[in-house]
């Protein structure tokens, strides 16, 4: 590949196409790269990463390498994707990355605007950052340096999460979310990081949702929990030792629930830490609406579904994975922070869902008095009590129910959508219709593929 300079832009050659930027103007500086505004030769405008180091030294090949390879894997919408790439040829070789480029700048340039924003233009943010980190944690790959920095605005007013040159991978398929991340390592920003990186340099999917429990700090206070005025090392000792501001004194319109969700995100142990970032921005919007705040938006392609289940743990976990996978978010009441609350009142924070999936499985059996001798394989109670629940908050189109064949279907919720679980797996195709028709965007074709 060459390039060449034309009235004083540098062209550079990729893979795909050609490029050319103002070399003498800059528009930020990494730790290893610097990133040029450009235009490709269709007119498009993008973003070149241009690496420092040249080709031939280990640690410029191992960030070009890892990050060509890691964002060529994930294909996501709130992540940054890869246009092109390339080597530049002179003065020196080196490669960089063709991005698209995001005008409206990243969070920190955003934040440097305000004190702290708007809570339906945070969560809004919250929600896409989280959605690609439980996307890429699900890939294998652990960021490892989540910043507002390193989320991008777009045009259409959502965030991307960018620049994936700290990031690591971690052992594919396993049940362990503390599982530190395996092979190539990187550097990460002091500010944001874990204290299990700063003590060990450890990363996992937990120390991701800490530096992400940071970002959604900063967000809904406008501050830091730790302060930005004192030492490097007397911030690290603070995150080490767990001694963070109380959000409520730095933003006291804070819902009490929102403080607790936002200090477990930023608990000093991995394994005290919500199990993904998606569980952290559940928590956020149950401690809303739990402090009687109303503008927490779900209109912004809300699509969590609530799984109301009994006994049935193959049946749940089988459910719940599809749902996942034609891109919803599930919600399933054990597995959220209790807070102290009865479960009727767990219940309430966590049903402001798009829809409910309820599913019908014979745990227990039952009959009339008058016909004693006649037992009937029934679900539990609690599941039928929250059928009605859903079907009264959601409505009865957005409340399904998927049941056995060999239990008895109850003629009392007559307009409730009923779905037979039946070998064979066609009720996936029915789920997703139905789901389809009561107004969510969901696809089946990467979980039916």
């Not at 528009?27 to 070149?48: K, P």
């Not at 390592?185 to 700063?198: D, K, R």
């Not at 037979?420 to 997703?432: A, C, T, Y």
């Amino acid at each position: 590949m060459s390039e060449s300079a034309i009235e004083g832009r540098q062209q550079l050659v990729g893979a795909k196409g050609k490029y050319s930027i103002d070399a003498a103007d800059p528009i930020a500086y990494g730790r290893l790269s610097v990133l040029f505004a450009g235009e490709a030769d269709s007119g498009q405008r993008v973003c070149v990463k241009m690496f420092r180091d040249r080709l031939e030294t280990s640690e410029g090949a191992v960030d070009f390498a890892r990050e060509l390879t890691i964002i060529s894997r994930l294909k996501h919408p709130a992540i940054l994707p890869l246009i092109d790439y390339g080597t530049a040829t002179e003065p020196t070789r080196r490669p960089f990355l063709v991005l698209p480029l995001c005008e409206r700048g990243n969070l920190r340039s955003l934040l440097l605007t305000r004190n702290f924003l708007p809570l339906d233009e945070a969560m809004t943010y919250l929600r896409d950052v989280a959605s690609a980190l439980d996307y890429a944690h699900e890939a294998g790959i652990i960021h490892g340096d989540v910043k507002p920095e390193n989320i991008l605005l777009g045009d259409d007013d959502r965030a991307r999460l960018a620049d994936f040159g700290a990031a690591k991978y971690r052992l594919i398929g396993s049940k362990k979310n503390t599982t530190t991340a395996r092979g190539i390592t990187g550097p990460f920003t002091e500010m944001y990081a874990s204290p299990e990186q700063i003590q060990a340099g450890r990363q996992s999917v937990r120390s991701d949702v800490y530096s992400f429990s940071m970002v959604a700090y900063e967000l809904l206070t406008g501050e830091s929990p730790v302060s930005d005025a004192e030492p490097a090392f007397q911030r690290m000792l603070a995150k080490i030792e767990g001694r963070l501001r109380d959000p409520i004194e730095v933003n006291p319109s804070l819902p009490k629930g929102v403080a607790e969700a936002l200090m477990s995100g930023l608990h000093k142990e991995a394994k005290h830490r919500p199990r993904s970032s998606g569980e952290l921005v559940l928590m956020l919007e149950a401690g809303f609406r739990i402090g009687g705040v109303k503008d927490v938006s779900l209109r912004n392609g809300n699509k969590q579904i609530f799984i109301v289940h009994g006994r049935d743990e193959a049946v749940k976990e089988r459910t719940a994975r599809f749902i996942e996978k034609i891109g919803a978010d599930v919600v399933i009441l054990h597995e959220m922070p209790s807070a102290g609350r009865t479960i009727i009142e767990k219940i309430e924070a966590y049903a402001d869902v798009s829809a409910a999936v309820v599913l019908l499985t014979p745990d227990d059996v039952g009959a009339l008095a008058s016909d004693a001798s006649n037992l009937k394989r029934r679900a539990r109670q609690n599941v039928i009590f929250e059928l009605g629940y859903f079907a009264a908050k959601l409505g009865r189109e957005r409340t399904i129910a998927l049941y056995d064949p060999d239990v008895e279907v109850l003629s009392d919720f007559g307009g409730v959508v009923y779905i037979p679980l039946d070998p064979h797996g066609s009720w996936r195709m029915e789920l997703v219709r139905e789901l389809r028709a009561a107004g969510l965007n969901v696809s089946a074709d990467s979980a039916l593929a």
